[in-house]
């Protein structure tokens, strides 16, 4: 097992919000200093969180890459990178093992890996039994629809993964991109759930009711399971029941091993960042987020706001600029149509800066102490090393910008 | 795209599957037309579109369409569906009550995976073929689909799930299913967005459904701009070749504040929006090269009600006629 450096604290940047902080209306962001976090050595394990679709991987990677270039032996474990970003960090290969990634002049390493479910379970099987079961279990029809369909295995060998990452004491950090569930909870709550199920009272009634103890077996139950086995088929439940007594033996208990893996992100050095582009479905996912992991105790580095939409310039409302843009087009003269033109982009602009930076206001007001990071939307997606060394810096540059909009915003905070 | 009356409507996640099924259904409904639409996900996001109470597990009349044809909406939900089904083969209903409230069904659900969309898509193709009177009750089914990444498990799920279940009624259910999927009744029509990952996960669900014979219907584009600005100037500007020097002068012409700084911060995020109207018209081209008839519904301003459904429903009538004609 992994140990740990002495002098093990909270890694730099992050922070467990102070029990009962009310929220306070009006309140601006702290900014986030994902530069620390990244390079301090105590930092040992990031999880990127948030709904699905809003920039987990891309984040997790060009964090990967910034810490790399720090000078840190990194790996990030990817879920479900886009081909393209795949294919140019060449992740294609689906061996479920980190690969090094060529970044020229890194003072450290970047290995990633993509994660391949079924075969992390495999593994599991194959490392804890002998070969005759390990066989028996692999051939089984319910363990091959449980590991590569059954809803929350993606999460749980994420999780699986991440341990055998951190066990192997390799990396200095690792980060980690979680499954694109439609919840970002799914995360933490599926390996629980996965191992209640698959050691749950119900599924040792049904599955051999008689070594339960018959005493807890009602009327109802019996119905049940030949409801089940005439719907299903008997044969479905001898396969869970071949599976399940196999398993048994071979590691005392799924719930243990979920716990401790579970117990991994409570261990220092742990930090969880939460992403969410600006809008109300992901922001409201981010806010679950944020409420659990302080109910959890878990530590939170803040929010990445990702594919904001800041203008480059704020002396010019909407408003402003509409009229503008028609007092243009009267006026006349060589040009006139795209100055105009020109000037209703810049409307359009503030104006969705303003529902953004609304919605991030918002969110704030309920988590005041939450840190924030805004990472402006690339004119297309990242695809590549270029793009991701783009993105890192918006991720771990200094708050302040040559616009004058700090890093924690979409739009300067309003005067009086 | 309506010699088809079962409409599947996917798509990636958040690209607006549940819009343009609701817009769909409108779509269909116009002329005196009845068209149900269906939830698949358990989220009531019919009910919020059409500001509506939730559904409950009953076909409701969500909207009245010109010629007096109706959208009716229902909710599936997966428990119900069980109990339905075992009370139809098994007579069983009491007993199933009494079930759920132990949670063996959630259970029974999540063993067997499959099972759910095994509910789902019977009871669909249970409103698809239900007559009364000599003639079909609905004249079109429109279905808010899981996501592309999950569909062709959820539409072939009754051929996998034969496997699964070696025996029982489900084996025999799933081959009446299966023949109305594959159909010329059913048509799979996917939602994108003029964006990497969505146009990719269409492609992707595209060579998945034709492998496993699911009938593939149209790519609707959703959410798409208008550029603001001229081709010409528009090509140029996504070159990077626009400057403030070029907006400068007559900017000029108006009082404005900052004027220098702000010509060049205007013609900045010219090239932005240009840059990013080049990407959306390279991605058109992916589209158009996947072979199927394409339609577009724009990006609405504003927050989403019945009216701006209409107003897409409309497009999409269009594009239904057109197709029909071709
Ligand atoms: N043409 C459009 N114009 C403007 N807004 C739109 C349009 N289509 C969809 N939207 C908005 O986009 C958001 C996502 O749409 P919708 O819920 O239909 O997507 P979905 O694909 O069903 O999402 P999910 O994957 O979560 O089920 C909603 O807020 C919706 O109002
Ligand atoms: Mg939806």
């Given at each position: ?416 | ?116 969309d095994v509910l789902l898509t019977g009871k669909i193709k249970e409103a698809v073929t239900r007559r009364e009177k ?7 089914v429109v279905v808010d689909a899981p996501p592309t990444g999950r569909i062709t498990r959820f539409l072939g799920v ?169």
């Amino acid at each position: 097992m992994a140990v740990e450096p002495a002098a093990a604290t909270e890694p730099a940047g992050t922070h467990r919000p102070a029990p009962g902080a009310r929220p306070q209306p009006g309140r601006e962001a702290p900014p986030m200093d994902l530069a620390a976090l990244i390079t301090d050595p105590g930092s040992r394990i990031i999880v990127c969180c948030g709904a699905g679709g809003v920039g987990k991987t891309t984040t997790s990677a060009a964090l990967g890459l910034a810490a790399a270039e720090a000078g840190r032996r990194v790996v990030v474990l990817t879920i479900d990178p886009a081909r393209r970003l795949a294919q140019s960090l060449g992740l294609e290969e689906l061996d479920n093992e980190p690969r090094r990634i060529d970044v020229p002049g890194a003072a450290g390493e970047l290995h990633a890996m993509m994660l391949d479910m079924k075969r992390t379970f495999d593994d599991i099987v194959v490392a804890h039994s002998t070969p005759e079961r390990a066989q028996q279990i692999l051939d089984n029809p319910f363990y091959q629809s449980l590991s590569s369909s059954f809803a929350g295995t993606q999460e749980y060998m994420a999780m699986e993964k991440l341990g055998q990452l951190r066990a192997a004491d390799t990396w200095d950090l690792i980060v980690v991109d979680t499954p694109p569930s439609r919840s970002a909870l799914d995360f933490l709550d599926a390996p629980n759930r996965m191992s209640r199920f698959l050691d749950g009272t119900m599924i040792r009634l049904l599955t051999a009711p008689s070594r339960a103890g018959l005493k807890f077996v009602s009327a109802g139950f019996l119905v049940f399971s030949r409801i089940i086995s005439k719907v299903l088929g008997g044969q479905l439940l001898r396969d869970i029941s071949a599976f399940v007594s196999a398993l048994d033996t071979m590691f005392g208990g799924f719930r243990e091993r979920a716990n401790a893996t579970y117990e991994l992100l409570h261990r220092p050095g742990t930090s969880f960042v939460v992403v969410a582009t600006p809008e109300p479905d992901a922001l409201r996912e981010a806010s679950f987020f944020v409420d659990r992991l302080s109910t959890e105790g878990l530590p939170l580095a803040g929010l990445v706001l990702n594919r904001t939409h800041p203008p480059a310039t704020t002396v010019l409302s909407a408003t402003r600029a509409e009229g503008a843009a028609e007092e243009v087009v009267e006026a006349g003269g060589e040009g006139a149509e795209l100055a105009a033109a020109a000037l209703r982009v810049h409307a359009e602009r503030m104006t969705l800066a303003a529902r953004e930076q609304h919605l991030a206001d918002r969110f704030t007001s309920a988590h005041p102490d939450v840190a924030v990071r805004t990472v402006h939307a690339a004119a297309g997606d990242v695809h590549d090393l270029e793009g991701l060394r783009e993105m890192a810096g918006e991720l771990t540059g200094p708050d302040d910008t040559p616009t004058g909009i700090p890093r924690t915003r979409v739009l300067p905070v309003r005067r009086r | 795209m309506s010699a088809a009356r079962l409409h599947v409507v996917t798509g990636k996640g958040g690209t607006g599957k549940t819009t343009v099924a609701a817009a769909l259904a409108l779509a269909l409904a116009a002329d005196g037309r009845t068209v149900l639409l269906v939830e698949t996900e358990g989220r009531q996001g019919i009910a919020q579109l059409f500001d509506t109470p939730p559904l409950p597990y009953e076909e409701r009349r969500v909207a009245v369409t010109r010629g007096h044809g109706e959208v009716r909406a229902l909710a599936i939900d997966v428990e119900e569906a069980l109990l339905e089904y075992l009370d139809m083969f098994y007579n069983l209903r009491r007993a199933g009550r009494a079930l759920r409230k132990m949670g063996a069904i959630d259970f029974a659900t999540a063993i067997a995976p499959g099972l759910r969309d095994v509910l789902l898509t019977g009871k669909i193709k249970e409103a698809v073929t239900r007559r009364e009177k000599g003639r079909p009750v609905y004249d079109a089914v429109v279905v808010d689909a899981p996501p592309t990444g999950r569909i062709t498990r959820f539409l072939g799920v009754t051929a996998e799930m034969a496997q699964l279940a070696r025996s029982g009624p489900i084996r025999t259910q799933s081959d009446g299913v299966m023949a109305v999927l594959r159909s010329p009744q059913t048509a799979v029509h996917v939602v994108t967005l003029l964006e990497d990952m969505p146009v990719q996960e269409t492609a992707d669900a595209i060579a998945e459904l034709s492998a496993a014979s699911l009938p593939i219907g149209s790519v609707i584009v959703n959410m798409a701009t208008e550029p603001a600005l001229p081709e010409t100037d528009l090509r140029r500007a996504a070159e990077g070749g626009l400057t403030g020097a070029d907006l400068a002068a007559a900017l000029g012409t108006v009082h404005l504040p900052g004027t220098d700084g702000l010509a060049a911060a205007l013609a900045a995020q010219v090239v932005e929006h240009a840059q990013r109207w080049a990407a959306q018209d390279e991605l058109r081209d992916d589209v158009e090269a996947l072979g199927r008839p394409v339609v577009e519904l724009p990006l609405m301003p504003g927050p989403m009600d019945v009216g701006c459904l209409f107003e897409l429903a409309g497009r999409l009538e269009e594009h239904l006629r057109a197709e029909v004609a071709a």
